[in-house]
């Protein structure tokens, strides 16, 4: 506390101890020895000395730090900002960030990011470099770039903010300031399917129905019936017959694709969003496209995370707004590999026809059975491995100790023997490849629906 108190506060720098030792020891010597070329070689520190007993500053500076987003994505950038009342007398003013993983500095000349907050208006932008000069009237905002690389909720700060007045003879702080939280989304992976969804259920979707409806795929023409729309009036065979014929359709049906992801292990070494990823950076970004892509196809997409810590779960829901809730819950996740969840708990909202999609590193037993349980209730489970790309180099603790190795490789066979137990299950267990990595069991899942149909 005594600390904060004092750095809270102007006092004399270093620069100005030493003009005031160089005075007072020159000057007696000068006067003594008669020699007048050392007092005028000493004048220029009087009048510096002078003046920063003159200009010195005796209030403090108003100070406050906000970031300019509450929430951005993996890649985006944001900035810190600092704002500060200056007082009279003060002409330097400076901020600097405390660093934190995952956050990197964006050089001033890269930063493409403008305020427009109204509780931040932008009245002037003061860095280091441009914030000295007289500094008496108005607030003064100093910027400090900084781009996410992981998704997550990150702390950006403390920050340190500083003043000194004229000749640096006085200087105020460094005051630490708070550190803000910073909600980052994580980036969806590249994730492309052209397979349908199996099981479409719902009237709200992009999957042909096999009974006629309002929708966007021909069906056949027939005559004209009470009720039908005059657009649908299909005038040559009318014109040839001389009767009324429509077009009709078959209706746009959705399915509900449940996303699990399991959080228990993060695998690996995370390098942010362009560097290496760890398994649960793969799972986290995986089903972020996987749930981006249906619900762009119109379908229903929950979401339920496998982990006692943070068993987070998002209901069944449609469009933009609900992606972005997904994608919200799935930036709070944290790994518990020491906790385990009930398997009971996912059935909940998990009702027929419903197609589950599981997302995991598939090294954690619970897992595995729950994708055992959900396809012993009859649903559509694929399994999707997020520690494909990795599991070489995927080491737990102590990368170069050859017991660990040993260990990791049996754990390796243990895992194999456990997915093609679990394929015998009728469990499909694909891995994670980016564009096209669900297209042939989807394919064959609704190719089994339309064969159990004839």
């Not at 070689?41 to 002078?50: Q, R």
């Not at 100093?142 to 702390?155: I, M």
């Not at 403390?158 to 003879?169: C, D, E, I, K, L």
């Not at 396809?375 to 491995?385: C, P, T």
Request: with cysteine.
């Amino acid at each position: 506390m005594a600390l904060t108190e004092r750095a809270d506060a102007w006092r004399p720098t270093h620069a100005f101890a030493r003009c005031l030792v160089a005075i007072l020891l020159v000057a007696p010597v000068a006067l003594l020895w008669r020699r007048p070329d050392l007092l005028v070689l000493l004048s220029p520190l009087v009048v510096v000395l002078a003046w920063s007993l003159v200009t010195r500053p005796t209030e403090l500076p108003d100070h406050r730090f906000a970031l300019s987003h509450a929430q951005v994505r993996e890649g985006e950038q944001a900035l810190a900002v600092a704002d500060l009342e200056p007082v009279e007398g003060a002409q330097v003013l400076s901020a600097a960030l405390a660093p934190a993983p995952f956050v990197e500095a964006v050089v001033r000349e890269k930063m493409r990011l403008t305020l427009d907050r109204d509780d931040l208006p932008v009245q002037r932008t003061a860095t280091v470099a441009d914030a000295q000069g007289p500094l008496a009237q108005g607030r003064r905002r100093l910027l400090v770039g900084l781009r996410v690389t992981r998704w997550g909720v990150r702390r950006i700060g403390p920050m340190q903010v500083a003043a000194s007045s004229a000749w640096g003879s006085y200087r105020w702080g460094p005051v630490s300031l708070d550190a803000q939280g910073l909600r980052v989304l994580p980036q969806p992976a590249a994730f492309d399917s052209s397979a349908p969804a199996p099981h479409p259920r719902g009237l709200v979707g992009m999957h042909r129905s096999t009974r006629p409806g309002d929708g966007s795929e021909f069906a056949t023409i027939r005559p004209f019936q009470v009720g039908d729309r005059l657009r649908r009036i299909h005038w040559p065979r009318s014109t040839r017959t001389g009767e009324l014929h429509v077009t009709s359709s078959y209706a746009d049906q959705d399915t509900h694709v449940a996303v699990l992801v399991d959080a228990h292990y993060d695998l690996g070494r995370s390098g942010g969003l362009s560097g290496t990823p760890s398994s649960l950076d793969r799972s986290v970004r995986a089903a972020a496209a996987v749930s981006e892509h249906f619900l762009q196809q119109g379908d229903r997409v929950s979401l339920r995370v496998l982990s006692a810590r943070t068993p987070l779960t998002v209901p069944v829901g449609t469009g933009k707004r609900h992606g972005v809730r997904i994608l919200d819950t799935l930036s709070r996740i944290q790994p518990a590999a020491d906790d385990q969840t009930d398997p009971r708990r996912v059935h909940l909202g998990v009702g027929s026809g419903t197609l589950v999609v599981m997302i995991s590193a598939l090294v954690s037993p619970d897992a595995l059975t729950q994708a055992a349980t959900l396809a012993a209730r009859g649903l559509s489970v694929v399994v999707v491995d997020a520690l494909v790309e990795a599991g070489a180099g995927v080491v737990p603790s102590a990368d170069r100790d050859p017991l660990a190795r040993t260990a990791w490789r049996l754990r390796m066979l243990e895992r194999d023997r456990e997915i093609r137990a679990i394929r015998g299950q009728g469990v499909a267990v694909v891995p994670w490849l980016g564009p096209g990595s669900l297209d042939v069991v989807l394919r064959e899942l609704a190719h089994r629906r339309r064969g159990a149909g004839v």
